[in-house]
């Protein structure tokens, strides 16, 4: 890359995080709307026509209040945390395969594994600087809960890289231009949708914020721009995730209005499972994960590579 082509990717990741964050802003509205109009309410209607405006004075409202940090936490840890969940958050959106000038990782699954295990330590810190046995529980519970659901999460995006035989998301766009891998691998796709909603911590797997016991999980303490900045790193990766569904089983083209229609569809169906199914009991939780969508991910990925073997032999013997 000459130094042209290094200035435009700054200029051009600049303004996607400007627009990560913008969409997160009306992402939010979106939610309140669509669960208002669920309920038979409203939701935010008078902040400017229908509402447009609500998200943009909650972040004023936000950011403009005083943070109260606890006389007993860790202050170092307590202020980072969130400043550091926001950026990984951030960060995971440079492996998205853009064709212009962004950065093209070879190595893009290997790096959203990482950033994903790197997130629960944050969430256990901040849960732990917090000195509050609401925070601690939250994000202890929180932990197991990510944990478990990586291993499926993890197992799922091996099979899909051995079926692209690489671990670019370029890769997606040229591997589904006749058919989508969602038609050819259905259960692994309803199993990823799964996982990713526990990943997320969103409902039905929402244990990390279990307001009737845990009163909000572990930003429990958390008040004005810290709150907002965990808030923000939450819809952000909400958002992502519902990209990397699209790229991963429904096309991959992102020069085509279509697959923004889709990323819209996906992101609603997050608002619409939230409003829909009641919370799951915990241990429920577990065994969906351990005895249902692990043997699931397991069989799929062991299929794929009997499946490569056998190709690499015929094509041996061929040659």
């Given at each position: 890359m000459n130094n042209y082509e290094i200035y435009m990717s700054m200029?051009?990741?600049?303004?996607?995080?400007?627009?990560?964050?913008?969409?997160?802003?009306?992402?939010?509205?979106l939610e309140r709307k669509v669960l208002g109009y669920m309920q038979l309410r409203k939701g935010p209607n008078k902040v400017g026509m229908w509402?447009?405006?609500?998200?943009?004075?909650?972040?004023?409202?936000?950011?403009?209040?005083?943070?109260?940090?606890?006389?007993?936490s860790n202050y170092l840890m307590f202020f980072f945390m969130p400043v550091f969940m926001m950026l990984l958050s951030l960060a995971m959106w440079i492996i998205i395969p853009y064709l212009n000038i962004l950065l093209n990782?070879?190595?893009?699954?290997?790096?959203?594994?990482?950033?994903?295990?790197?997130?629960?330590?944050?969430?256990?810190?901040?849960?732990?600087?917090?000195?509050?046995n609401y925070a601690k529980l939250g994000s202890l519970r929180g932990m197991a809960q990510t944990i478990?659901?990586?291993?499926?999460?993890?197992?799922?995006?091996?099979?899909?890289?051995v079926l692209i035989m690489g671990f670019n998301f370029m890769d997606f766009n040229?591997?589904?231009?006749?058919?989508?891998?969602l038609f050819i691998v259905f259960p692994l796709s309803l199993c990823l949708f799964s996982s990713l909603l526990a990943e997320l911590n969103r409902a039905p797997f929402d244990f990390i914020?279990?307001?009737?016991?845990l009163v909000s999980g572990f930003n429990i303490e958390y008040s004005s721009g810290g709150f907002a900045l965990i808030f923000l790193g939450e819809y952000s990766s909400i958002?992502?995730?519902?990209?990397?569904?699209?790229?991963?089983?429904?096309?991959?083209?992102?020069?085509?209005?279509?697959?923004?229609?889709k990323l819209m569809m996906l992101g609603f169906s997050f608002i619409w499972v939230r409003g829909t199914l009641p919370r799951y009991r915990y241990d429920k939780l577990m065994n969906l994960c351990w005895k249902v969508y692990l043997p699931i991910s397991l069989n799929y990925l062991m299929f794929f590579f009997c499946y490569l073997v056998l190709i690499c032999n015929?094509?041996?013997k061929m040659n």
């Amino acid at each position: 890359m000459n130094n042209y082509e290094i200035y435009m990717s700054m200029v051009v990741i600049f303004f996607l995080i400007i627009m990560v964050l913008v969409s997160v802003a009306f992402f939010t509205l979106l939610e309140r709307k669509v669960l208002g109009y669920m309920q038979l309410r409203k939701g935010p209607n008078k902040v400017g026509m229908w509402g447009l405006i609500q998200p943009f004075s909650d972040a004023i409202k936000l950011f403009n209040k005083e943070m109260i940090i606890p006389y007993l936490s860790n202050y170092l840890m307590f202020f980072f945390m969130p400043v550091f969940m926001m950026l990984l958050s951030l960060a995971m959106w440079i492996i998205i395969p853009y064709l212009n000038i962004l950065l093209n990782l070879n190595l893009g699954f290997l790096f959203l594994l990482g950033c994903l295990s790197v997130s629960v330590y944050f969430m256990i810190l901040s849960g732990w600087s917090s000195n509050s046995n609401y925070a601690k529980l939250g994000s202890l519970r929180g932990m197991a809960q990510t944990i478990s659901y990586e291993v499926s999460l993890a197992l799922i995006l091996l099979s899909l890289m051995v079926l692209i035989m690489g671990f670019n998301f370029m890769d997606f766009n040229l591997y589904q231009q006749n058919v989508w891998f969602l038609f050819i691998v259905f259960p692994l796709s309803l199993c990823l949708f799964s996982s990713l909603l526990a990943e997320l911590n969103r409902a039905p797997f929402d244990f990390i914020e279990g307001e009737s016991e845990l009163v909000s999980g572990f930003n429990i303490e958390y008040s004005s721009g810290g709150f907002a900045l965990i808030f923000l790193g939450e819809y952000s990766s909400i958002i992502f995730m519902s990209m990397l569904f699209v790229i991963l089983f429904l096309g991959a083209d992102l020069n085509n209005l279509l697959f923004y229609l889709k990323l819209m569809m996906l992101g609603f169906s997050f608002i619409w499972v939230r409003g829909t199914l009641p919370r799951y009991r915990y241990d429920k939780l577990m065994n969906l994960c351990w005895k249902v969508y692990l043997p699931i991910s397991l069989n799929y990925l062991m299929f794929f590579f009997c499946y490569l073997v056998l190709i690499c032999n015929k094509f041996s013997k061929m040659n």
